[in-house]
């Protein structure tokens, strides 16, 4: 599996205006997207939910090297563990699985070659 270099440091992310509630980038495997909702998925397990479509979040986390495979996902190529062809699935050191659509499948390149 090729490594992917991340561009810029170990930035945070404020996910949440009120509290100022920020998370480090490089913790984060995958963002999955529902509606108007976003569930970040981190290294160790962890999950928090944000009522901000994946959308909110795309621009920032491409800065940072996270891919957009899915309407429904985007995954930071760090983690990825395994391609599936036959299935079209990534899954990621965590154990979380994402779906590449049909249409992104060219975002991934040659990472998963």
Same mark, same amino acid.
């Given at each position: 599996?090729?490594?992917?270099?991340?561009?810029?440091?170990?930035s945070?992310?404020?996910?949440?205006?009120?509290?100022?509630?920020?998370?480090?980038?490089?913790?984060?495997?995958?963002?999955?997207?529902?509606?108007?909702?976003t569930?970040?998925?981190?290294?160790? !397990?962890? +999950?928090?939910?944000?009522? =901000?479509?994946i *959308?909110?979040?795309?621009?920032? #986390?491409?800065?940072?090297?996270?891919?957009?495979?899915?309407?429904?996902?985007?995954?930071?190529?760090?983690?990825?563990?395994?391609?599936?062809?036959?299935?079209?699935?990534?899954?990621?050191?965590? !154990?979380? +699985?994402?779906?590449?659509? =049909?249409?992104? *499948?060219?975002?991934?390149?040659? #990472?998963?070659e």
């Open positions: 599996m090729k490594t992917y270099e991340q561009r810029g440091d170990d945070l992310l404020i996910i949440n205006q009120k509290t100022l509630k920020k998370i480090s980038i490089n913790n984060v495997v995958l963002l999955k997207g529902d509606v108007n909702y569930v970040f998925h981190f290294l160790h !397990g962890r +999950e928090k939910m944000v009522a =901000r479509s *959308k909110f979040f795309e621009k920032f #986390l491409e800065t940072h090297g996270f891919l957009r495979i899915h309407r429904s996902f985007m995954v930071n190529p760090n983690y990825i563990e395994m391609y599936n062809s036959e299935k079209e699935i990534l899954t990621m050191r965590n !154990g979380q +699985e994402a779906t590449i659509s =049909r249409r992104r *499948k060219h975002t991934l390149g040659s #990472l998963v």
